[in-house]
């Protein structure tokens, strides 16, 4: 069966639990449940923060820190999403025409589906690391022997939460643990697939550039009569390409920002505690409770930073197709129009962090080098 979009089941699933799916049933429902229980999580990791910021360790500190900037990440992410339903539907709208467009192409559908393709395994891979991660962070809590009776000592759950009310069953306190397993893994998966979305928008732009590119090296051989036809679609084809980047860019600038300074914070704040758990007596459950938090922290900012990076690199290939193309064999009037996609290339597709700085592998460089300052102060404070 030929394929016929560039979102798989997995990708629609999740996208629907978040509320973001267009057209999707319940989504009234689904908005409210993140809205009650991201704002129920919140305050109670507020509330362990605001009560044992005096005399809790700076590790359990850093640690709660985390969990409230991963959730209110959640959550102002899906918010975005929801406040910009209209951009993600032309979105959608583009991604299906070019998929009509390819149908009757090999060529074009070749390209098409090998970029979906590509998008599948990174979704997949994205899943998998992110439920990895919430099983390493849960893993000592589920398996810690605890006496609920004994009120001298706090139960450890799987995040640093206050509760307003007293756990005195040992069957209370279990289905409080499977309940919020559940809600952090729902929470993993929304992370993961809005940052994984944006890999696919790009990768399925990236696909119409080397349609376009093809098109362009194949002009010269066309007979006179076809040459125009193709020239309109060229001009076509990048039009869409180019208004496909700036709804993904209008989608994304401001999550892009709110990633680009919480993840510089949880960065230092996880290396923070992997460092500083080296010593302690359960420092491989402390580790390994860390450490996977701390990659897929990382894989977020590089997630972002790669994308306008390859956006960017990829639009300048336009530009350098038309001109490498055989345009001294065609006639001037044709020349003339090859002209204007040279000029139009010439100002870069762009991913930005809040319309404020383009992002790339060098906004990276300097998430991870801002990172590495704050982590020598909490280390020089410890």
Not at 245 to 266: D, G, H, K, P, R
Not at 318 to 339: E, F
Request: glycine share 2%; aromatic share 12%.
């Amino acid at each position: 069966m030929v394929r016929q979009s560039t979102f798989n089941r997995t990708v629609k699933f999740m996208l629907t639990l978040c509320g973001i799916w267009p057209g999707a049933s319940c989504l009234l429902f689904y908005r409210m449940f993140w809205i009650i229980t991201m704002t129920t999580a919140l305050l109670c990791n507020y509330s362990y923060l605001l009560t044992h910021i005096y005399f809790a360790e700076l590790i359990d500190l850093m640690d709660c820190l985390c969990i409230i900037l991963a959730h209110s990440k959640v959550i102002i992410k899906c918010i975005i999403f929801w406040l910009n339903q209209r951009t993600f539907m032309e979105i959608q709208m583009i991604i299906t025409e070019d998929w009509n467009d390819c149908a009757d192409n090999d060529i074009s559908m070749r390209e098409t589906s090998k970029k979906a393709k590509i998008s599948d395994r990174l979704v997949n891979a994205v899943i998998i690391l992110h439920t990895m991660t919430i099983f390493a962070y849960c893993f000592g809590a589920f398996f810690a022997n605890v006496d609920v009776i004994d009120q001298t000592t706090e139960l450890p759950h799987m995040t640093k939460i206050k509760l307003p009310f007293r756990i005195n069953t040992q069957r209370t306190y279990r289905l409080l643990l499977i309940v919020q397993f559940l809600h952090l893994i729902l929470c993993a998966w929304a992370a993961g697939i809005t940052n994984i979305l944006l890999l696919t928008l790009i990768l399925h732009a990236a696909g119409q550039i080397e349609i376009l590119r093809y098109w362009l090296t194949q002009l010269a051989s066309r007979e006179n009569k076809s040459i125009a036809v193709t020239m309109k679609k060229i001009i076509q084809k990048h039009q869409k390409i180019i208004h496909l980047s700036e709804n993904i860019e209008c989608l994304y600038t401001y999550i892009a920002l709110l990633q680009f300074v919480s993840n510089t914070i949880m960065i230092c704040s996880l290396g923070f505690l992997i460092i500083a758990a080296i010593d302690s007596p359960n420092a491989t459950e402390q580790i390994m409770k860390s450490l996977f938090f701390y990659t897929i922290t990382n894989l977020e900012a590089f997630i972002f930073c790669f994308a306008g990076e390859y956006m960017s690199n990829k639009g300048n290939e336009i530009g350098a197709a038309a001109y490498n193309c055989t345009w001294y064999n065609l006639k001037p009037k044709d020349n003339r129009v090859l002209l204007f996609v040279i000029l139009r290339s010439q100002k870069q597709l762009t991913l930005t962090a809040g319309k404020m700085t383009n992002l790339s592998l060098e906004s990276f460089t300097n998430i991870m080098s801002a990172s590495g300052s704050y982590l020598s102060v909490l280390l020089a404070m410890q």
